[in-house]
């Protein structure tokens, strides 16, 4: 019995090196279907692992079945997957919007997670939020917390809508920080600072202010009073983004991608 990642793009790439280096899995134990012949020879080379371009070998025998394909696939790719999947293997699916219900339907089994990661996945420190199908035994939630765990932190909720909402807040949430950053980097040039400069210079305290947060486990709005001298420099740029209300511009983001996430379910 092995572990079958469908789907060798970024984020299979990701699960595939987190299960080797952090998950306890050799590479002998890991099979990857994937489409592209570049993409599989890369895999192999890189990871040592066994690869094919037949989605339906590949789950064959596996206890494990992970399926990091884009959601348009799935449709497509269910009618080939379920003959051969074993009955008693764990089906973990990290496509955005593909509900329980349509994985449950288009596999025919009940024993089905689904998953919504981010791509600070591919380095370690992802967010991933999941939910769980009436199949899923509890050696399946604790072999699903392992597998989630290799990539960084994981929650399991019990309510599948609220994926959606987190699927606005943590798996569309690194563009919110790059965005921030590139806004960030762009004033800082403007004012005059060497672009490379500013680079360092934002990215190490974005890194920073985050390894701050985790370290005291602090609100976040005490941490930006410590940082708020009245009078101060960092008072002035607060007052300035008042006038842009920053608050209302977070909570359309995220309501736009929420509503997103569900047409796409």
């Known amino acids: 019995m092995h572990t079958a990642v469908v789907g060798g793009g ?3 790439a990701a699960i595939i090196r987190g299960l080797i280096a952090r998950g306890g899995l050799e590479p ?3 099979m990857v279907a994937e489409v592209v012949a570049e993409r599989r020879a890369a895999l192999a080379q890189d990871y040592g692992i066994g690869v094919t371009g037949d989605a339906a070998a590949a789950v064959s025998d596996a206890s494990l079945i992970i399926l990091a394909v884009k959601p348009q696939n799935f449709q497509d790719l269910a009618p080939t997957l ?10 973990i699916s990290i496509m955005a919007g593909v509900t329980l219900e349509t994985l449950r339907t288009g596999l025919g089994t009940d024993r089905v ?12 420190r992802g967010a991933s939020v999941w939910t769980a199908d009436s199949g899923v035994t509890s050696a399946d939630r604790n072999r699903t917390r392992a597998v989630l765990g290799a990539l960084g932190m994981e929650v399991e909720i019990e309510d599948e809508s609220l994926i959606d909402v987190a699927t606005a807040v943590h798996g569309s ?30 990215r190490e ?8 947060w985790q370290a005291t486990r602090s609100s976040p709005a005490a941490l930006r009073e410590a940082v708020t001298s009245p009078g101060g420099t960092t008072a002035a740029a607060l007052a300035a983004l ?5 608050p209302a511009a977070m909570r359309a983001a995220i309501d736009a991608a929420t509503r997103r996430a569900r047409e796409l379910a």
Do not use: C, H
Not at 85 to 91: F, K, Q, R
Not at 115 to 124: D, K, R
Not at 182 to 193: P, R
Not at 205 to 212: D, E, F, K, Q, R
């Open 242 to 246: 008042e006038d842009f209300d920053f």
């Open 113 to 124: 997670v689904r998953v919504m990661p981010n791509i600070a996945a591919q380095v370690g």
């Open 28 to 30: 002998a134990d890991l």
């Open 205 to 212: 305290t974005i890194a920073g202010s985050a390894a701050l």
């Open 173 to 202: 949430g690194p563009a919110y920080v790059y965005l921030l950053a590139e806004a960030w980097i762009d004033a800082a040039a403007a004012q005059g600072l060497d672009r490379d400069m500013a680079t360092e210079l934002v």
């Open 82 to 91: 379920r003959p051969a999947l074993d009955g008693a293997a764990l089906v």
């Open 10 to 12: 970024a984020m299979g």
